[in-house]
């Protein structure tokens, strides 16, 4: 990984309630805007302000979860100069408002996101294998279609899978994919073979884009799950609690998916 976007990475994460501008983020970087833009861009798939802007969400949803801050405080400590701009901004990425998503949290917890409604009813799938890193024994894993190089609202196709116990692999199926080109994010909590308990659960991610998705067609994505890096985008998306055992799985009414639901809490990734 550039050790040049890396830097700017760590100065997005830590410095994202300040009015960073993109001479700010390039001179942590210590490049020329310009490069350095042109650089981020290849490197992580996303612009330098995209990037700070999914950092900002992301915090927000850290901040509801864990405190009692309002939502106007929490707004301007996340950089927002204003209430509307963030809870608009924030409902757009989320896929709920900053209030639904603290009560959610608080009181149901989160089901798997409704599915971006398809504009055509021509739909393929997607599939291939997901394989866990050397260490990893067991993962349970959110796949999804969205059209962006972000885990954020909305989510054309998903589903969740299970590598089972012990196994270093398991093929995936994400059915109903809408006719298209989609980037497929796979988002997992898997358990590592250490035999310490607090170092067992851990966050995987991989992503693949842009996968072409065509009518009754199926189009191939192999996933290699890795622990995540500093230069990931953060996964904006609210998602239910991929620790806890599988739920059932019916179809998500109204949009002709399959998905699995649960009610637990969020998966704070």
Known sequence: MNEAVERAAKCMWE??????????????AMLSRFHFARLFRDTTGVSPCRFLSAVRIHQAK?????????????????????LGSFTNYFTRSVGISPGRFRRMALKDGFELP??????????????????????FAGARVYMGAFATPIAQHPVAAATVVDV????????????????GAWFVHAIGVADTTDPEPWTRRMSLVD??????????????????LRPRRLTDPPVLLALPDLATPPAAIPAVPGHGGHA??????LNRI
Do not use: C
């Open 164 to 179: 089972a116990a012990g196994g270093q692999s398991a093929p995936y199926r994400l059915p109903d994919v809408p006719a």
């Open 114 to 135: 409704r599915l971006r409604a398809a504009t055509t009813a021509a739909r393929g799938a997607i599939e291939g294998t997901i394989t866990l890193p050397e260490g």
């Open 15 to 28: 410095y994202y309630s300040e009015p960073l501008s993109l001479t700010d983020i390039a001179r942590s």
């Open 260 to 265: 699995t639901r649960t009610r637990a809490s």
């Open 62 to 82: 850290h901040l509801l979860l864990t405190t009692s801050t309002s939502i106007t405080d929490i707004s301007f400590a996340v950089g927002y100069n204003s």
């Open 207 to 224: 992503r693949r884009g842009l996968v072409k998705a065509g009518p009754g067609a199926r189009s191939a994505a192999a996933i290699s």
